[in-house]
């Protein structure tokens, strides 16, 4: 299966480069993967498709303000980490840039002494080790030194930082958002609630893994990053009893959908656990952990454009990906949304 068959030609101008100001005035594209129907919708009628007795699964994980701008200390070049993964204690996984001037045992600073980090190991395509080295509380001093670390195809600042963060972010970890997410308000997810619909949380820090471009002809050939994820005895308990009773699971986001669809590989049921995942869903692959799910629209040729059509088919969504752009759609991280449905 080629990369290529992943690729769709998409206008710039239909790249959201700002979010709107109400987070769930966007637009929601629904898509019947069995017969390949295409509805035109708001994204607050998302809730006329669930059930009393359904859960909606969000992941709870809490962007990191990870894209730091420093220098090297014996040098004085300019070089920007973005802080990837929590290896263990103070070591870290980051994304350095440009890689070439560092070397095991460079030190670069951020905000003065305020807060440093000393090289530990460098590897591949720009990922370095780094352990920081800091006083204090370092989530603390990240929110002073560092900023939200946007996607590359957005060029606008970021007036409001929380508008990068979902409603329900909890538990902080990630390099980038759980952007199907961005679409809920406090007062559309106490209206799910009322319905009778379970609301359900998992924790996946997004790293890689989520936003890492495919660089190979095969898809076959292309290595998952690792990714780090919970899933609690409490929701895996609501998910065990919708199965049992007969109702829908619908995973918000890829991130979601990756954590159950992980989960469910492993175990017969819904298992509370805390583990890494590299799991790659391209089309061919059983669902076992989701039913339905609710997206933005992804990059051409990206694992999420790949994991969608493996649940809806690749030509229904090359299809609706058309009728997208026809009907002038937001693309990518706060552009408007999509439901697959049955």
């Known amino acids: 299966m080629h990369t290529d068959e992943f ?117 591949n395509d720009g990922i370095t080790h780094v352990e920081l080295i800091y ?18 195809y957005i060029h606008e600042k970021l007036d409001n930082q929380d508008r990068y963060q979902t409603v329900y972010a909890l538990n902080y970890g990630s390099a980038a958002a759980p952007t199907a997410g961005l679409h809920f308000t406090e007062e559309l997810l106490e209206s799910i609630k009322e319905k009778g619909i379970y609301v359900v949380h998992v924790t996946l820090h997004v790293g890689l893994g989520t936003f890492r471009p ?57 298992t509370p656990e805390v583990s890494d995942t590299e799991i790659f869903i391209y089309p061919g692959y059983e669902f076992k952990g989701i039913d339905n799910l609710i997206t933005n629209f992804h990059l051409p040729k990206s694992t999420l454009i790949m994991l969608v059509s493996a649940l809806a088919g690749k030509e229904n969504i090359m299809v609706a990906y058309k009728e997208a752009i026809k009907e002038k759609y937001r693309f990518f991280s706060f552009g408007d949304a999509m439901l697959i449905i049955d």
Request: aromatic share 4%.
């Open 7 to 123: 690729d769709y030609n998409l206008p710039e101008e239909l790249i959201a480069q700002t979010p709107l100001e109400n987070r769930s005035s966007s637009r929601l594209l629904v898509l019947h993967k069995t017969t390949g129907e295409v509805e035109h919708k708001k994204f607050t009628d998302i809730i006329n498709y669930l059930n009393p007795g359904d859960a909606l699964v969000i992941n709870d994980t809490k962007v990191i303000p990870a894209r730091l701008i420093g220098e090297k200390e014996d040098t004085k070049a300019v070089i920007e980490l973005l802080l990837l993964n929590n290896i263990k204690d103070n070591l870290w996984e980051c994304l350095s840039k440009p890689q070439k001037r560092l070397h095991v045992g460079s030190i670069v600073s951020f905000g003065g002494n305020l807060l440093k980090a000393e090289v530990k190991e460098i590897l």
């Open 135 to 152: 006083e204090g509380i370092l989530m603390e001093i990240l929110e002073q030194l560092g900023t939200m670390p946007l996607p590359p």
């Open 214 to 270: 495919v660089q190979v002809d095969n898809i076959l050939d292309h290595k998952m990053h690792k990714e780090s994820y919970i899933l609690g005895s409490v929701d895996a308990d609501t998910l065990n009893r919708v199965r049992k009773n007969g109702g829908k699971i619908f995973a918000v986001g890829t991130t979601s959908t990756r954590v159950l669809e992980s989960n469910r590989s492993k175990y017969k049921e819904y």
